[in-house]
Every structure is written in C-alpha cells, then in structure tokens.
T-cell receptor
Framework: GAVVSQHPSWVICKSGTSVKIECRSL??????MFWYRQFPKQSLMLMAT?????????EQGVEKDKFLINHASLTLSTLTVTSAHPEDSSFYIC?????????????FGSGTRLTVV | RKEVEQDPGPFNVPEGATVAFNCTYS??????FFWYRQDCRKEPKLLMS???SGNEDGRFTAQLNRASQYISLLIRDSKLSDSATYLC??????????FGPGTRLSVLP
C-alpha cells in the first residue's frame, strides 16, 4: 500500500531557529501533499496544500513567510518553520494524495512533534 | 455551520459494548467519505471508506445517508484497543478533504 515517510519524528529547537520537516511518498508519486498542524486535544488543521512544481496554497491565517513549503519533486515536500517560537510547538503531519485517493483516502506521515524552547 | 460535525464525546464504554458515532456534513456535493482512527500522539490511519450501500469490516459497520448528509460508524463488541479518537472525513468534489473534530472513545476494562 501507499507509504508516506515523515522525518524527523520529533525535534526540540531553540526559539528563533528554523526547522525543516520532510515528507516523502515512498512507493507512489504524489502531485499533491498536505501539511497539517494539530495542537493537543484539537483536530487536524490544514495549513497548506503543496503542489509539485508550483507554489503552495496556504489556508487563511497561516503565514506563508513563516511556514515555507517546497515540493520540488513528485515524492518530496518539505515544510520549514522559520524563526520558530514556543507557540509554534505542535504536532505537524503531512499527507499525500495518490491515484486511488477517492477510494482509499489520504496516506499520512507519522508526524513530527516540534517543541520550541 | 461547520463543514463536518461529529458527536462531541468523549465516549466511555465497557469492554464488549456496542458504540455508535455520528457525523454530519454540510456540502451536498461531497463524493467520498471515510472514517479514520487517531491514537494519542500518532498520525490518523484509515479505518474504512464509507460506501453508499453501507459496508462492514469485522466489528465495524459504516453507513452513509446522502439525503440526510449523515455518516455513522458502529463498533460492536468493543475492545480495549479500540480506544482512540475517530475522525469523520469528507471529500467535497474538487476540494480537499475536510476532517471532523473527532470523537474520543475510551473502552474501559
């Protein structure tokens, strides 16, 4: 089945530094990938839609200059949290859209738990 | 009105109980429906797709009522390992998936 690999699983960084999170589709090509954020006891919130070879589409309220998304190939999208602050601490999850998404839904990466100190 | 709404929960049930989750969606053009399960501090995982005719997978039964824009998930003979948050997911035609807020289930020994 479709597998999405997300790395790193967890990261602790100092306030003001940047963190890059990678999302790879391992056995399928994903023209579209999605980045979500989830705070404790809250639902997944879509941050942006990443399209291969073009600019990402950000949801309202998400700062595109703070959350940089690059989707340079059909199997890799990256999210960079720039100048991270403690309020950016959250669980970040990516998902990828494969050809059978209508039948089987999205495949999610295992998530990255970011803690900014 | 939110696009996808679910029972607020949490549901605390004893082992062996039958529990039902409800979900409603607002976009009548929605074409695909899913139930996902999310364990604490983990990513959501697909539990089952929901078909118009209803479908069953072991102890899990999903139903779809397009006229009422309503989806349900029934879990029979619940196990301790069923404890998780259950997410209703709707795919409006031509749009991204929309996640419900989730309903947390705790199965108690």
């Amino acid at each position: 089945g479709a597998v999405v690999s997300q790395h790193p699983s967890w990261v602790i960084c100092k306030s003001g530094t940047s963190v890059k999170i990678e999302c790879r589709s391992l056995d399928f090509q994903a023209t579209t990938m999605f980045w979500y954020r989830q705070f404790p006891k809250q639902s997944l919130m879509l941050m942006a839609t990443s399209n291969e070879g073009s600019k990402a589409t950000y949801e309202q309220g998400v700062e595109k200059d703070k959350f940089l998304i690059n989707h340079a190939s059909l199997t890799l999208s990256t999210l960079t949290v720039t100048s991270a602050h403690p309020e950016d601490s959250s669980f970040y999850i990516c998902s990828a859209e494969g050809q059978l998404v209508v039948a089987y839904g999205y495949t999610f990466g295992s998530g990255t738990r970011l803690t900014v100190v | 009105r939110k696009e996808v709404e679910q029972d607020p929960g949490p549901f605390n049930v004893p082992e062996g109980a039958t529990v039902a989750f409800n979900c409603t969606y607002s976009n009548s053009a929605s074409q695909s429906f899913f139930w996902y399960r999310q364990d604490c501090r983990k990513e959501p995982k697909l539990l089952m797709s929901v078909y118009s005719s209803g479908n069953e997978d072991g102890r899990f039964t999903a139903q779809l009522n397009r006229a009422s824009q309503y989806i349900s998930l029934l879990i029979r003979d619940s196990k301790l390992s069923d404890s998780a948050t259950y997410l209703c997911v709707v795919n409006p035609y031509g749009q991204n998936f929309v996640f419900g807020p989730g309903t947390r289930l705790s199965v108690l020994p």
